[in-house]
C-alpha cells in the first residue's frame, strides 16, 4: 500500500507535489526608480518598516534609476508574479514619462498591477536662496529679461518636474533651458549652488531645504497651499491662471499579480497608513496620504493617462 501511495506521488505534477506557501513568504523587495534623497526614495523609507511589521517580512527598499525612473516599474513588470517585488510608482514614471516614449519599454495598463494609492505631494516652485526672484512674478521677469539664459532641473525628460516646468512656460511666455537628473536629491544640491536656476519639486524633497535656508520656495503648484508652507503662495494667486499640479505615489506589482496578493498588499498599505506615527511622519516631511483600493488604483492611473496624453502634445514634449 506504501509503495502505491509513493507512486502516485511521484506521477503529480510537480506543482501538486509542491505548491508555494502563500504571499508573504520570503524577504519583499520594494523598487524606486530614482536616486537616494528624492521625494521618492524619502516615502519608501518611511513606510518600508510598517509595511514590514503588517505582512510579516522584511522589506528591503533598493534604488534602480535611469529611465525617467522607468527602469524600475520594467524591473517590477519582469519579476515573478508573486507580489514579493514591487515598486513605488509615481505619476511621473508610471504616466508621464512613458507617454513621451514613442516606444515605451512598458504598458501602464497592461504590464503592472496597481495596488493601492499611497500618497501625494504638491510640487513647490523653488529658487536658490541667492536668486534675486523674491516672487513668481519676479522670476517671470528675470526669465523674460534674459530669454533661454536661465537653466531648470527636473528629475528626467517627461517626469512631472519637467511637465510643471514646461507648463509654466507655456502659461508665462518664457523660455528656459531644461537640466535633466537621476533623481531629486543630485538636482537640489545644484539647485542650492545656483548650478541650475529653479525647480519644480516636491514638497517633501525641498522642505529641509526651504526650512534651511538653502532654497526659497516661491508657489507651490496645487490650488490650495501647504500647511508645511503657509507663507508660500499657490501658483494661481501667484497670477499663473489654472495651474493645478501634484504628484501621486503608488505601490504597483507585475501584471497577472493574483487577487489574493493584490488584496493582501492594499489591506497591509491601508493599515500602515492608519498608523498614527506613520501618518505624522508623513505630514510632517509634506505628504498627504492616502490609501484605497486597487480599483480606486487603476482609476487614477487610466484618468491621468488621459489628462498628460494632453499636456504631452501639448508641450511638445519627448524623449525621441
Do not use: C
Amino acid at each position: 500500500m506504501l509503495r502505491r501511495i509513493l507512486l502516485a506521488a511521484a506521477l503529480l505534477p510537480f506543482g501538486v507535489q509542491a505548491q508555494e506557501a502563500p504571499f508573504p513568504n520570503r524577504p519583499i523587495t520594494l523598487l524606486v526608480g530614482f536616486a537616494p534623497g528624492g521625494g521618492t526614495d524619502i516615502l519608501a523609507r518611511l513606510i518600508a518598516p510598517k509595511l514590514s511589521e503588517e505582512l510579516g517580512q522584511p522589506v528591503a527598499v533598493e534604488n534602480r534609476t535611469g529611465g525617467g525612473g522607468t527602469i524600475a516599474v520594467v524591473a517590477t513588470a519582469r519579476a515573478k508574479p508573486d507580489g514579493h517585488t514591487i515598486t513605488l510608482g509615481t505619476v511621473s514614471n508610471n504616466v508621464q514619462v512613458p507617454l513621451a516614449m514613442k516606444a515605451p519599454p512598458f504598458d501602464p495598463l497592461r504590464d503592472v498591477t496597481p495596488l493601492a494609492q499611497v500618497a501625494s505631494v504638491p510640487l513647490v516652485m523653488t529658487v536658490p536662496a541667492s536668486s534675486p526672484a523674491r516672487d513668481v512674478q519676479g522670476f517671470v521677469a528675470l526669465a523674460k529679461a534674459s530669454p533661454g539664459a536661465l537653466n531648470f532641473a527636473s528629475n528626467g525628460v517627461g517626469t512631472s518636474q519637467h511637465m510643471a516646468a514646461e507648463l509654466f512656460m507655456l502659461a508665462t511666455g518664457t523660455r528656459m533651458v531644461h537640466v535633466p537628473y537621476r533623481g531629486s536629491g543630485p538636482a537640489s544640491v545644484d539647485l542650492a549652488a545656483n548650478v541650475v536656476q529653479v525647480n519644480f519639486d516636491t514638497l517633501s524633497t525641498v522642505l529641509p531645504h526651504i526650512r534651511g535656508e538653502r532654497l526659497r520656495g516661491l508657489a507651490v503648484t496645487t490650488r490650495g497651499r501647504s500647511d508645511q508652507l503657509p507663507a508660500v503662495p499657490t501658483m494661481i494667486e501667484s497670477g499663473i491662471a489654472g495651474y493645478d499640479i501634484d504628484l501621486w505615489y503608488m505601490l504597483f506589482g507585475p501584471a497577472s499579480l493574483p487577487d489574493a496578493a493584490v488584496q493582501r498588499w492594499a489591506e497591509a498599505l491601508n493599515r500602515a497608513l492608519r498608523d498614527k506615527a506613520l501618518k505624522t511622519r508623513l505630514r510632517d516631511s509634506g505628504f498627504d496620504a492616502k490609501g484605497g483600493s486597487p480599483a480606486e488604483g487603476a482609476a487614477l492611473l487610466r484618468a491621468d493617462i488621459a489628462r498628460y496624453g494632453e499636456v504631452v502634445r501639448r508641450a511638445g514634449i519627448s524623449l525621441d
